[in-house]
């Protein structure tokens, strides 16, 4: 009985770490704006903005890139983030999906690049998108996951304020087993330990 109790709780275990399959892997993010006279570089990055001081943004306290770009995924502040005057915008990994923002402030916002770099990265797909002008494309190729937006002033939609977000289910390469099995397992053990109070009500 005590090794079928074993089963029933390494299922229940295995089952939840489906919520934690990045914890402990190494991820490097970079955010760039295209256009607006911003110069090339890695707004996630507090020492590029440090050198760049004429753009007037920063990584504001709290956030997990407030010292390098490259952060351990773990529990807790996951968020990478840049703010200026005109927005703020954050991507947050937990567990395994990855939610992105851009809060405007009544000036809109230029097309921007995200790119994510982990060794544990093996896929990603959107869950929700209500990003305007198309949404955020999604891609990947090898271990660095690529996010774009064209922005808020598209030809068809010009949008000076408002907050927009995306949600993705990021694929790992230490994936926890799919639901269906997680029951199957589950189902084995508790159907193993219902047998075994049967035969000791048998044999008495």
């Not at 919520?19 to 295209?34: K, M, N, Y």
């Not at 090898?142 to 808020?152: E, H, K, P, R």
Request: a negative charge.
């Amino acid at each position: 009985m005590k090794a079928i109790l074993a089963l029933a709780v390494s299922v229940f275990v295995t089952s939840t770490s489906a919520f934690a399959q990045l914890a402990g892997t190494s991820d490097t993010g970079t955010f760039t704006p295209s256009g607006g006279g911003y110069p090339g570089g890695n707004y996630f990055d507090p020492a590029f903005l440090s050198a760049n001081p004429s753009i007037g943004g920063f990584v504001p306290a709290g956030y997990a890139n407030a010292s390098s770009p490259t952060i351990t995924i773990a529990a807790g502040d996951n968020t990478f983030a840049y703010q200026d005057a005109y927005n703020l915008d954050t991507a947050d990994f937990n567990g395994s999906t990855l939610t992105v923002t851009d809060a405007m402030n009544e000036n809109g916002a230029l097309p921007w690049t995200m790119t994510f770099t982990d060794p544990a990265f093996t896929g990603i797909s959107a869950v929700s998108n209500n990003f305007i002008n198309g949404g955020i494309n999604a891609s990947i190729s090898g271990d660095v996951i690529t996010l774009q937006w064209d922005g808020s002033y598209g030809p068809d939609e010009y949008v000076l304020h408002g907050t927009y977000t995306a949600d993705f289910n990021v694929n790992s390469s230490a994936a926890a087993p799919d639901g269906a099995s997680t029951i199957a397992l589950l189902g084995l053990a508790l159907a193993g330990l219902g047998s075994m109070k049967r035969l000791k009500a048998f044999a008495r």
